[in-house]
């Protein structure tokens, strides 16, 4: 972060980005959904979601100016989504790991397929040797490896044709650009890859409580830069998973779930059915402690096929 440990969590997703790196599928590709589909499961989960609070002190809004977006912006952007030609997630480990934090790359990578209902594929690791001393420092005791420089010179060649995205991960801290601290990802859309740094989430190996803070606050980072890949921009009307982070209190205050608008996205571009893709995160968090996570996606589920019963009833 600049002149601060503060880090930004999406550096490289402006908006001029993401406007210019919209696209739907290519000709032949199946059509989305129609979105009004989806509109009786948002309203069912609206009364389970928070509105945005007023930033704090040092706060993404209170440092960035966002005008969020809608579900329907969303859907009107033609953003990039999951198509016949372009539909797995690829993750490649960068640099070494603990058995502790592969581990919890892992579990990841197996949310990360449930939360967007897409094919998760590792590829074969990669060394450190890849990243040339260039794009190496060492700061505040810190070894730190150069965000841009992996993006667009490690990862970028290496794309699968059939990859939605490409997504580093590294215990090794990141740095996005001189003036700055550190960051905990990057990601560009244009090319479809990002880094991300399990560096700052915590020991996993110290006791059961800081590996499950460290797979929260891996799983969080994930989904929310992939969220970015999708054209999802920053949310600002609900305490979301969508929010700006700008340093890791504020990460582990927000919730790992989407809000109503940003679910209904990712429902409508990943082609899912909300309740069961809900019932698939509900069990992933119980078998692994996340209990308030599990509690919440729990509720979720059945406020849905409860509203969608009722309009059955009805309709």
Not at 9 to 27: E, T, W
Not at 48 to 59: A, F, N, T, V
Not at 127 to 133: F, G, H, K, Q
Request: charged share 25%; glycine share 8%.
């Amino acid at each position: 972060m600049k002149t601060s440990p503060v880090p930004v969590l999406c550096l490289a997703l402006g908006l001029g980005v993401l406007a210019a790196c919209s696209g739907g599928p290519g000709p032949g590709a199946v059509p989305p959904p129609d979105p009004n589909e989806y509109r009786t499961a948002m309203e069912a989960i609206a009364p389970l979601h928070e509105k945005k609070k007023p930033p704090r002190p040092g706060d993404w809004l209170q440092a960035h100016e966002e005008p969020g977006q809608t579900f329907a912006e969303y859907v009107d952007s033609d953003p990039v989504r999951p198509d016949a030609q372009r539909n797995k997630l690829y993750i490649v480990l960068l640099g070494p790991f603990t058995e502790k934090r592969r581990t919890i790359v892992k579990l990841a990578a197996e949310f990360m397929g449930l939360y967007f209902s897409l094919p998760v594929k590792f590829m074969e690791p990669l060394d450190l040797s890849v990243v040339t001393d260039s794009a190496r420092r060492k700061h505040w005791g810190l070894q730190q490896l150069h965000a841009g420089y992996i993006l667009d010179e490690v990862l970028k060649p290496r794309v699968p044709e059939d990859a939605v995205a490409l997504i580093a991960f590294t215990a090794r801290d990141l740095w996005p650009r001189e003036g700055w601290n550190f960051v905990f990802g990057m990601a560009s859309l244009r090319r479809r890859v990002g880094v991300w740094s399990l560096c700052r989430f915590g020991n996993p190996a110290d006791h059961s409580g800081a590996f499950r803070l460290c797979l929260l606050r891996t799983i969080k980072t994930g989904t929310h830069e992939t969220g970015h890949m999708l054209g999802m921009y920053h949310c600002t009307a609900y305490e979301c998973n969508m929010n700006g982070s700008n340093n890791l209190p504020e990460s582990d205050r927000g919730p790992l779930a989407l809000c109503p608008e940003c679910a209904a996205k990712i429902w409508w571009a990943c082609k899912v059915d909300p309740v069961d893709r809900y019932r698939r995160l509900e069990a992933f968090c119980r078998k692994h402690g996340l209990v308030k996570e599990a509690e919440f996606y729990a509720s979720s589920w059945t406020a849905i096929a409860s509203a969608q019963g009722l309009a059955k009833r009805t309709g």
